[in-house]
């Protein structure tokens, strides 16, 4: 815990976190979690039964609220109405609970983020005493006004959701990084461990997934390996890279003192 994520005051061990959604069950879900070592799991409040309908299986018997702290999202809603108002459901179906995950949409093709109405939600939300992590374009601007707004962090898409297409705008990436007094995670895009290891290379401060974990040919293992992309792309961020060089300077090996030195 000496190198422990903060979102909203409260530190979680795991910088992974990762989404509920597109496994085969529930049981899946449960195992492939377990693997990730993620602490933040989120909830498609639209898609996903957590009590809401009582005739069907309920995701809080698998992940219970004592286990993992569950970070209800908006997926699926194009209007800042709509995410307010499936925010304010899941705070009652979990007593009370106010951490959060906003995403509004623009279009169902691309699920690229709309921005004017992310903002005018952000703003609603952070009034309404929600504490908000929010999914957004990888503008520096717009991400600082979602800062300025009261949002506990700003994830900002490596691709567009569910492409499996990484890192397109490390530079964006890093000027985001470079401003923000609240945690950065990037959200959506991630399609392998290596991808995960390059974003927090830059310097993120976590990753968010579900995707590239669910539609893995094997779910768990692919969990394991993010897992380990993450901790070991943190220590690399941490430990400081070599200088890049079109050639090396000096050899690493010394040549005074060799036999016909």
């Given at each position: 815990m000496n190198d422990a994520l903060v979102i909203a005051g409260k530190t979680y061990a795991s910088r992974?976190?990762?989404?509920?959604?597109?496994?085969?069950?529930?049981?899946?879900?449960?195992?492939?979690?377990?693997?990730?070592?993620?602490?933040?799991?989120?909830?498609?409040?639209?898609?996903?039964?957590?009590?809401?309908?009582?005739?069907?299986?309920?995701?809080?018997?698998?992940?219970?609220?004592?286990?993992?702290?569950?970070?209800?999202?908006?997926?699926?809603?194009?209007?800042?109405?709509?995410?307010?108002?499936?925010?304010?459901?899941?705070?009652?179906?979990?007593?009370?609970?106010?951490?959060?995950?906003?995403?509004?949409?623009g279009d169902p093709d691309t699920l690229f983020?709309?921005?004017?109405?992310?903002?005018?939600a952000a703003e609603t939300l952070v009034k309404d005493g929600f504490d908000v992590m929010v999914y957004c374009s990888d503008d520096p601007i717009q991400a600082k006004m979602l800062e300025d707004i009261g949002c506990v962090a700003v994830m900002p898409l490596a691709s567009l959701i569910g492409s499996g297409m990484g890192i397109l705008n490390p530079w964006n990436l890093r000027l985001i990084i470079e401003q923000s007094r609240v945690p950065v995670l990037v959200d959506a895009g991630v399609g392998t461990a290596s991808d995960a290891a390059i974003a927090m290379e830059l310097g993120c401060d976590g990753v968010l997934m579900n995707t590239a974990i669910a539609k893995a040919q094997n779910p768990i293992l692919m969990a394991s390996a993010m897992k380990k992309g993450v901790e070991a792309g943190r220590d690399a961020f941490l430990a400081g890279r070599m200088p890049r060089k079109t050639y090396a300077a000096s050899p690493s090996s010394p040549t005074g003192g060799l036999i016909g030195g």
């Open positions: 992974l976190l990762v989404g509920t959604g597109k496994y085969k069950d529930f049981a899946e879900t449960r195992a492939a979690i377990d693997a990730s070592g993620a602490a933040i799991v989120t909830v498609a409040i639209r898609r996903t039964n957590i009590g809401q309908n009582a005739d069907e299986p309920n995701l809080l018997d698998f992940l219970p609220p004592d286990r993992f702290t569950l970070l209800p999202n908006t997926a699926g809603c194009y209007s800042a109405d709509d995410a307010v108002r499936t925010l304010r459901l899941a705070r009652e179906l979990l007593d009370g609970h106010t951490l959060v995950k906003l995403e509004v949409l983020p709309n921005m004017p109405e992310t903002l005018k």
